[in-house]
T-cell receptor
Framework: QKEVEQNSGPLSVPEGAIASLNCTYS??????FFWYRQYSGKSPELIMF????GDKEDGRFTAQLNKASQYVSLLIRDSQPSDSATYLC??????????FGSGTRLQVQP | SQTIHQWPATLVQPVGSPLSLECTVE??????LYWYRQAAGRGLQLLFY??????ISSEVPQNLSASRPQDRQFILSSKKLLLSDSGFYLC?????????????FGPGTRLTVL
């Protein structure tokens, strides 16, 4: 059973701080990794993807991947109240459909 | 640009009634298509995926079925709904090329079975 684990939260950070969201996965064959943001009552929105070990930056977001440790994280710098949402980690092995974690709820306090 | 549509947006159905949810994609050809369900406060559960017309793979045995009558149309059906079928149903698409293509979601259908 392929699994993707996330702390359900809520993770509470003050406005302007760095939010760190973590995800571990069980399948060593996983090749691509995705972060989605889901606002309450809405569908998931893709915000970042990463394929290679190391860091990938896009604006205020940085995805970090460590395949040896089977660990992927998302950093959000200068967190804003509008970043308050549930963040879903997803992994894919080959051409299979994505396997999702249950998500971490982030609360950014003004 | 690509767009994915789902309808209806919300649906309230009695137990034992049939179900038909539709998903269409615009702006791309021969996409991979997926149906997911998200129960309240839970993660996304993959129900079906399709790599082409008439090609459906089921991930979870249940009283739901899926069909792909056209390249960019994906339909989720049930003959008799159960209370446990309530949830947020999401259709998604990705390009058939390799494992590195992103998957994009439609707006979803919120189904309540009473």
């Amino acid at each position: 059973q392929k699994e993707v684990e996330q702390n359900s939260g809520p993770l509470s950070v003050p406005e302007g701080a760095i939010a760190s969201l973590n995800c571990t996965y069980s399948d060593r064959g996983s090749q691509s990794f995705f972060w989605y943001r889901q606002y309450s009552g809405k569908s998931p929105e893709l915000i970042m993807f990463i394929y290679s070990n190391g860091d990938k930056e896009d604006g205020r977001f940085t995805a970090q991947l460590n395949k040896a440790s089977q660990y992927v994280s998302l950093l959000i710098r200068d967190s804003q109240p509008s970043d308050s949402a549930t963040y879903l980690c997803a992994v894919r092995e080959g051409r299979r459909a994505l396997t999702f974690g249950s998500g971490t709820r982030l609360q950014v306090q003004p | 640009s690509q767009t994915i549509h789902q309808w209806p947006a919300t649906l309230v159905q009695p137990v034992g009634s049939p179900l038909s949810l539709e998903c269409t994609v615009e702006g791309t050809s021969n996409p991979n298509l997926y149906w997911y369900r998200q129960a309240a406060g839970r993660g996304l559960q993959l129900l079906f995926y399709s790599v082409g017309i008439g090609q459906i793979s089921s991930e979870v045995p249940q009283n739901l079925s899926a069909s792909r009558p056209q390249d960019r149309q994906f339909i989720l059906s049930s003959k008799k709904l159960l209370l446990s079928d309530s949830g947020f149903y999401l259709c998604a698409w990705s390009v058939i090329a390799n494992s590195y293509n992103e998957q994009f979601f439609g707006p979803g259908t919120r189904l309540t079975v009473l």
